[in-house]
């Protein structure tokens, strides 16, 4: 599933197909990280259900509408599509693809746990991150660099407490 793996620069680096978006993504793992696991995170990754797409879509929109209305008189940016409230949250697709699959060190090897980097339309600068843990989407916002193993609080600005 992950292809072309080597050391690089910052770990241990690979490319992967993404199915859902078709396209080639890369993949960067940390050193202390197996090889196994990564290959079991991408696996994760790439048969995400409907369901876990759709929670995706509708926090990517969340983020989007929200940045739309705070940078309202700065922001001349053009999407994809036309997004407001009446978008159907699969059309978000179309506005982002994931970059890199992010994949550290796991603090517990019976789960699977994974941060996605993500270009979008609407927040060119500082793009979208999406931290996976399990089956649970537990971060969406502008991307930190963050972990999926963080406790997450319901702040404002994890889009994923707004859906």
Do not use: R
């Not at 994809?80 to 994949?103: A, G, Q, S």
């Not at 550290?104 to 979208?128: A, R, S, T, V």
């Not at 991150?129 to 989407?137: F, G, P, S």
Request: charged residues 30%.
């Amino acid at each position: 599933m992950i292809t072309d793996i080597k050391k690089g620069c910052y770990g241990i680096e690979g490319k992967l197909y993404s199915e859902i978006f078709g396209t080639e993504i890369e993949v960067s793992i940390d050193e202390e990280c197996s090889i196994e696991y990564a290959q079991k995170c991408a696996e994760h990754f790439n048969n995400l259900s409907s369901e876990m797409v759709e929670t995706i879509c509708k926090g990517a929109k969340a983020y989007c509408l929200d940045f739309m209305e705070i940078a309202s008189g700065d922001w001349d940016e053009e999407l994809t599509i036309p997004v407001n409230t009446e978008t159907p949250p699969l059309e978000m697709l179309k506005c982002f693809k994931p970059t890199t699959l992010i994949i550290e060190e796991p603090e517990d090897l019976n789960k699977i746990g994974y941060q996605l980097e993500c270009c979008c339309d609407w927040e060119i600068e500082h793009g979208m991150e999406i931290d996976i843990l399990d089956d649970k989407v537990v971060y969406l916002s502008s991307f930190n660099d963050y972990s999926p193993w963080l406790e997450y609080d319901t702040g404002e600005y994890n889009y994923i407490n707004k859906i």
